[in-house]
């Protein structure tokens, strides 16, 4: 029998809190009119994190896999290993269709990878290293060209989260 480990229905439902629904409304629209300007104003209140750029050069970048334990890429790689094979496997499975249905009438679908992907990988108190490699990698292998990850600012830096996030071709 299943154990129920987290009841959301402890909480409000999703939207049930009004002002938090109004908040998270308001910010998505002045990033949507400000763009970066927006982003910069709200990493600065909410995280207290102004960097140059929120993109990591690529000496951060080295200096990241640089300090990654051996046997923790290790790990990384082989559950890529396995999130590829299976995602590969679900994208097998998947087939474009394309019928006559009568004379003149064909009816059908393609399926085709959207260009842009954006990954939000969850750090902070409780992180989820294993939504980089779900997200990131599956988008790759269904055939998405630009996928961009983004994790909360460095003072919850896990080399171990967003080393793999960051293997060339992967993403931005």
Known sequence: MAEVLKDATAKAA?????????????????????????????????????????RLSAAEIEEV????????????????????TFAEAQLGSIHDVEIETLPGITLGHRNIPVDSVGAYVPGGRYPMVASAHMSVLTAKVAGVKRVAAC?????????????HRHAPGRCR
């Open 151 to 163: 994790t909360p600012p460095h003072r919850w830096w896990d080399p171990g989260r967003d080393r």
């Open 65 to 84: 896999v640089d300090g990654v334990d051996p046997r923790t890429v290790d790990d990384i790689r082989f559950a890529q290993s396995q999130i590829r």
């Open 14 to 54: 999703h939207g049930g809190d009004h002002k938090l629904t109004a908040n998270v409304e308001a910010i998505l629209a002045d990033i949507e009119q400000r763009g970066e300007v927006a982003v910069r104003e709200l990493s600065a209140r909410f995280d207290g994190w102004e960097p140059e750029s929120f």
